[in-house]
């Protein structure tokens, strides 16, 4: 079994800045992709990077980065806006001790930005 684990969200100001983590656990062979999406309230799952794309809206303002040895991806998250407030979700492709490949998401963890 495969879980991924995020942490790192929550209220923060305009301009401020935030850090998610997500770390995979379990039965893991290989970890082949990991990269975040998130969610806005009426609005569908959207790309916010992943290790060879951000999403349009990033602008140069949030870094992705994979500790290999830890199963843990990142997202810095700087000059945050408003309109960043979401679910940010974790995603992984990660092949099991069997072999077998699938797909995983993450719990989603809140980021909220106050104007």
């Known amino acids: 079994q495969v879980q991924l684990v995020e942490s790192g969200g929550g209220l923060v100001q305009a301009g401020g800045s935030l850090r998610l983590s997500c770390a995979a656990s379990?039965?893991?062979?290989?970890?082949?992709?990991m990269g975040w999406y998130r969610q806005a309230p009426g609005k569908q799952r959207e790309l916010v990077a992943s290790?060879?794309k951000y999403g349009d809206f990033v602008k140069g303002r949030f870094t992705i980065s994979r500790d290999n040895a830890k199963n843990t991806v990142y997202l810095q998250m700087n000059n945050l806006k408003p309109e960043d407030t979401a679910v940010y979700y974790c995603?992984?492709?990660?092949?099991?001790?069997?072999?077998?490949?699938?797909?995983?998401w993450g719990q989603g963890t809140q980021v909220t930005v106050s104007s």
């Open positions: 379990g039965s893991i062979s290989s970890i082949n992709v």
């Open positions: 290790s060879t």
């Open positions: 995603n992984a492709q990660i092949t099991n001790l069997y072999g077998v490949e699938g797909d995983y």
